[in-house]
C-alpha cells in the first residue's frame, strides 16, 4: 500500500517537471508583453482591447486610411464613457452616453472619419458631439475642429474630456446645428452623428467647394450615409451604407 503511494508521488513529481518548463516557454514565447503590461495596471489593459478593435472591427472591415487607423490605435476611447461602460468601451457597439444618446460603434467613427477623406491642413463641422470621441479622432486628422451639441449637459461634459485629453484644436458649442456654425465656415468636411430626414441646407452652405458631408438621412431608424461632395457647379450626392444613429432634434 504504502509502496502504491509512494510510486504515484513519484510519477506526479516527474511529470509536473516535464510539464513546468513547457508552460513557462509558451508563456514567454507568445505573451511576453501582454503578461508585461497588464502587470502594471488596467489601463494597459485598455491598450490591448483598442489595438484588437482596430485590428478586427476597423481594418479587417476593409478601412485603409493609415491615419484613420493610427489615429484609433490612439485615442483612449474608455476616457469619453462613463464608469459602468469603461469596460465596453471597445466593444464593437454604441454604448450610453446619458440623455438618451450614445456614441457610436467604433466602426462607423472610423467609416465616417475615412470617407470625409480629411487632410491635415482641413477645417471639420461635426453635428453632434455627444461624448466628443469622434470631434477626438477629428482633431487628430485635421487641423481645427467645430462641433456642435444640443444637449448642453452633454457639450460641457465633452468639453471638459477633451480639454483634459490636452486637444487645443476642438472648439465645442452648444446649438442647433441644422444652422451650421457660419462664423467658421467654409468647412473642408462636414460629419453629421445624428440624422434628419433631410440634410440642412445651411450645412450645405458652408461646405467647401471640394469639400465632402458625410451625414445619415432618413426619418425613424432606417437611415443611409449619404456622402455627398460639392464641386464648382454642382452636389453629387452618393448613397453608401445602412445606418443607426439617434434623429438630429430640432430646437
Ligand atoms: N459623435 C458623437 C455621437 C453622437 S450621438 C460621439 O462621438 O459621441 C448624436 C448627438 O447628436 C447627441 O449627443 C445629440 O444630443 C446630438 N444632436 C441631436 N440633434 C442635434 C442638433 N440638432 N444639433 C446638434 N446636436 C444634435
Redesign the pocket.
Known amino acids: 500500500m504504502n509502496f502504491s503511494w509512494a510510486l504515484i508521488a513519484l510519477l506526479s513529481c516527474c511529470l509536473l517537471l516535464i510539464a513546468l518548463p513547457s508552460c513557462a516557454g509558451e508563456r514567454s514565447l507568445h505573451t511576453p508583453e501582454i503578461l508585461g503590461e497588464n502587470s502594471h495596471s488596467g489601463r494597459d489593459q485598455f491598450e490591448i482591447e483598442r489595438q484588437e478593435m482596430v485590428e478586427y472591427q476597423i481594418r479587417d472591415r476593409g478601412i485603409q486610411d493609415q491615419r484613420v487607423l493610427a489615429t484609433m490605435s490612439k485615442v483612449p476611447r474608455h476616457e469619453?464613457v462613463e464608469s459602468p461602460w469603461k469596460d465596453f468601451a471597445y466593444s464593437d457597439r454604441p454604448l450610453p452616453?446619458g440623455?438618451q444618446?450614445?456614441?457610436?460603434q467604433p466602426y462607423i467613427?472610423a467609416y465616417m472619419s475615412e470617407t470625409a477623406e480629411i487632410s491635415p491642413d482641413d477645417k471639420v463641422l461635426?453635428?453632434?458631439?455627444?461624448?466628443?470621441?469622434?470631434?477626438?479622432?477629428l482633431g487628430e486628422i485635421a487641423k481645427e475642429v467645430y462641433?456642435?451639441?444640443?444637449?448642453p449637459e452633454?457639450a460641457a461634459r465633452?468639453r471638459q474630456t477633451l480639454s483634459q485629453l490636452g486637444y487645443e484644436n476642438i472648439e465645442v458649442k452648444t446649438?442647433?446645428?441644422?444652422q451650421g456654425w457660419v462664423e467658421h465656415a467654409p468647412y473642408d468636411a462636414i460629419?453629421v452623428?445624428?440624422a434628419?430626414e433631410k440634410i440642412p441646407q445651411a450645412l450645405i452652405e458652408q461646405l467647401a467647394t471640394k469639400g465632402k458631408m458625410v451625414i445619415p438621412v432618413g426619418g425613424g431608424w432606417h437611415q443611409d450615409i449619404i456622402v455627398l461632395t460639392k464641386t464648382e457647379d454642382r452636389i453629387i450626392k452618393e448613397k453608401t451604407i445602412p445606418v443607426r444613429?439617434?434623429?438630429?432634434?430640432?430646437?
Open positions: 469619453f452616453i440623455h444618446q450614445t456614441i457610436s467613427v461635426e453635428i453632434g458631439t455627444g461624448c466628443g470621441y469622434q470631434a477626438a479622432i462641433s456642435i451639441e444640443i444637449i452633454l465633452a446649438g442647433d446645428g441644422y460629419i452623428t445624428a434628419p444613429f439617434v434623429p438630429m432634434r430640432r430646437k
